[in-house]
């Protein structure tokens, strides 16, 4: 029995926690990828089946410990040092992929507009519009917004010029009447300023993308899943080295 619980801890060892930790390194190169050319969707269906690995294997990942207990149980070694530094270990690697690294990935799938991990077509995500779709829509509908105050200054100063004058009515208008005209056409030229600066935007160097929120949010996922990484390997060394192991360290 003891070598059949201990069988099925090492198998699921290798077949849950390995997913996890190679899709969870993979994450942030495809990250950074995605954040770089929003409208790429190869990266953003990476993105996505690589945080659906993360979450479907560390729900399997659970059947690790529980495995774990029952072949230290047949050993008889619960009390012993090293299995205890063991599940320290294993807890906190479990509270580093639940708490930071899962939902780390969850939040830069949603600024990305991936919030369910399931990409659509043409850049759209279950139905919704991209972030490269939203933002062009954007500017789409400033640039319409700006074009249409300038033709409404452009007839409201039309409409002001057509009021007869004194050459038609033949009586004096006083000079206090006539300033309006005048003041009217200032605002088609101050509407003019916002088309033509919501046309041409300014592009994003490659340094200002580096240092911006996606360059943070790739690398506190890296270092979290480092130290994911890291513990795990510690664990398997304990495993391996623990005192009265066949492997003859």
């Known amino acids: 029995m003891t070598k059949f619980f201990l069988s099925l801890h090492v198998l699921a060892a290798v077949l849950a ?30 993105l996505a089946t690589l945080h659906r690995i993360c979450r479907v294997y560390a729900a399997i990942g659970l059947a690790v410990p529980l495995l774990g207990f ?3 149980s ?9 299995l205890i530094v063991s599940i320290v270990l294993t807890t906190v690697a479990g509270g580093v992929l639940l708490l930071l690294i899962l939902p780390g990935q969850e939040n ?52 002001v010029e057509a009021v007869p004058g004194p050459e038609t009515t033949g009586a004096r208008t006083p000079a ?3 300033a309006p005209a ?15 600066e919501t046309k041409a935007p300014a592009p994003e160097s490659a340094s200002a993308r580096g ?23 510690t664990v398997t060394v304990l495993m391996i080295v623990r005192p009265g192991s066949t492997t003859g360290a």
Do not use: C
């Open 17 to 46: 926690i390995g997913p996890v930790t190679v899709a969870a390194s993979m994450f942030p190169k495809f990250w950074r990828r995605a954040q770089a050319d929003p409208g790429e969707a190869t990266a953003r269906t990476v």
């Open 70 to 72: 029952a072949t230290a």
């Open 74 to 82: 047949s050993l008889g070694v619960l009390g012993s040092a090293w």
């Open 108 to 159: 830069a799938l949603e600024a990305l507009g991936v919030p369910d991990g399931h990409l659509g077509a043409e850049g759209t995500t279950g139905g919704v519009p991209s972030a490269g779709a939203r933002a062009a829509g954007a500017r789409a509908t400033e640039e319409t917004a700006a074009e249409a105050a300038v033709e409404e200054a452009a007839v409201g100063v039309g409409a």
């Open 176 to 178: 206090h009447e006539t």
């Open 182 to 196: 005048q003041e009217a056409k200032a605002p088609a030229q101050e509407t003019r300023a916002p088309a033509q």
């Open 211 to 233: 240092r911006g929120p996606g360059a943070r949010t790739a690398a506190g996922l890296a270092m979290s899943t480092g130290v994911f990484n890291l513990l795990w390997a």
